[in-house]
């Protein structure tokens, strides 16, 4: 695939997407030649070939297999920025993606445990002897900063500026940002660190002082939350919607919820008002004598 290759390398190298991100492209470009392939004879290099009508098809294709509009939007997606590279890059003009509107997404609230649950649960992990203290660092960190997992797993020990009383966190596209912490989580990693035989400079490490794994923090999470929530979904991302609500519902401005989030736009972070105002329906339903 000369195009996809080049096209991946530019990605890879100019703009420095991750791994799984170049994974998602590949794989969605990989299954739209295919699909012009077998149904109207064409090659990746012949895609100046590739008519509207022909996109199009591969979209209905794509919604009849029984893929959300969120995934049908994210293929076509990886369609449009191929196409603007070409353009940009190789000097081809094949722009028939760009002129076409993908299905619209369903809104879905980000998924939340609430505030009082997640302190409940937190002080009762203190007092508790079935958890660790690395269990306590790693569902403290997520519920007080908000940050993902890669990034909870990617922390140094000199990531935590004591001093200064913050966290520096290196997120997507290695975008370094600051996050305060309060002098009780400070308390509990200086804890956790002096309580460790063996130190390999990372944060959250495992037994065997190496770095932390994804299933490692998604199997605490998950037992964690499983005490005091009966949601399907038990995951780090859903402690990250717990912060951002709990910020929000405590008078937060949304900008600054941006900013500790990482989020490059404000679009992203505006899932968190819906929750917000679904809130306020409740309250008003069960207060209003005329609602």
Same mark, same amino acid.
């Given at each position: 695939?000369?195009?996809?290759?080049?096209?991946?390398?530019?990605?890879?190298?100019?703009?420095?997407?991750?791994?799984?991100?170049?994974?998602?492209?590949?794989?969605?470009?990989?299954?739209?030649?295919?699909?012009v392939?077998?149904?109207?004879?064409?090659?990746?290099?012949?895609?100046k070939?590739?008519?509207?009508?022909?996109?199009?098809?591969w979209?209905?294709?794509?919604?009849?297999?029984?893929?959300?509009?969120t995934?049908?939007?994210?293929?076509?997606?990886?369609?449009?920025?191929?196409?603007?590279?070409?353009?940009?890059?190789?000097?081809?003009?094949?722009?028939?993606?760009?002129?076409?509107?993908?299905?619209?997404?369903?809104?879905?609230?980000?998924?939340?445990?609430?505030?009082?649950?997640?302190?409940?649960?937190?002080?009762?992990?203190?007092?508790?002897?079935?958890?660790?203290?690395?269990?306590?660092?790693?569902?403290?960190?997520?519920?007080?900063?908000?940050?993902?997992?890669?990034?909870l797993?990617?922390?140094?020990?000199?990531?935590?500026?004591?001093?200064?009383? =913050?966290?520096?966190?290196?997120? +997507?596209?290695n975008?370094?940002? #600051?996050?305060?912490?309060?002098a009780?989580? !400070?308390? &509990? @990693?200086?804890?956790?660190?002096?309580?460790?035989?063996?130190?390999?400079?990372?944060?959250? =490490?495992?037994?065997?002082?190496? +770095?932390?794994?994804?299933?490692? #923090?998604?199997?605490?999470?998950?037992?964690? !939350?499983? &005490? @005091?929530?009966?949601?399907?979904?038990?995951?780090?991302?859903?402690?990250?919607?717990?912060?951002a609500?709990?910020?929000?519902?405590?008078?937060?401005?949304?900008?600054?919820?941006?900013?500790?989030?990482?989020?490059?736009? &404000?679009?992203?972070?505006?899932?968190?008002?819906?929750?917000?105002?679904?809130?306020?329906?409740?309250?008003?339903?069960?207060?209003?004598?005329?609602?």
């Open positions: 695939m000369p195009y996809v290759d080049a096209f991946l390398t530019y990605l890879k190298v100019e703009k420095r997407y991750s791994e799984h991100t170049l994974k998602a492209y590949q794989r969605d470009l990989a299954q739209f030649f295919e699909y392939q077998d149904r109207f004879n064409l090659s990746e290099r012949e895609i070939k590739v008519k509207l009508n022909s996109v199009r098809a979209l209905v294709f794509l919604m009849e297999s029984g893929l959300s509009s995934s049908v939007n994210r293929k076509l997606s990886s369609l449009k920025s191929l196409s603007k590279f070409l353009l940009k890059k190789k000097n081809l003009k094949w722009d028939v993606p760009l002129q076409l509107g993908g299905p619209k997404n369903k809104k879905s609230l980000a998924t939340f445990v609430p505030e009082k649950n997640l302190t409940t649960l937190l002080d009762d992990m203190r007092k508790s002897n079935n958890f660790t203290l690395r269990d306590r660092v790693i569902l403290e960190l997520l519920f007080a900063t908000g940050m993902r997992l890669s990034e797993i990617n922390l140094r020990i000199e990531s935590v500026q004591f001093e200064a009383q =913050q966290l520096k966190v290196l997120g +997507k596209r975008k370094e940002r #600051i996050i305060p912490i309060s009780k989580l !400070l308390d &509990l @990693i200086k804890l956790y660190l002096n309580e460790r035989k063996e130190d390999k400079g990372w944060l959250v =490490q495992t037994d065997n002082a190496k +770095k932390a794994y994804p299933k490692l #923090i998604y199997t605490t999470v998950y037992s964690a !939350l499983s &005490l @005091i929530s009966s949601l399907k979904k038990k995951s780090p991302h859903v402690l990250r919607h717990s912060f609500t709990a910020m929000l519902n405590n008078g937060a401005p949304l900008l600054a919820i941006k900013e500790l989030l990482g989020h490059e736009s &404000l679009a992203a972070t505006q899932i968190y008002t819906h929750n917000s105002i679904e809130k306020l329906k409740k309250v008003y339903k069960q207060s209003h004598p005329r609602a």
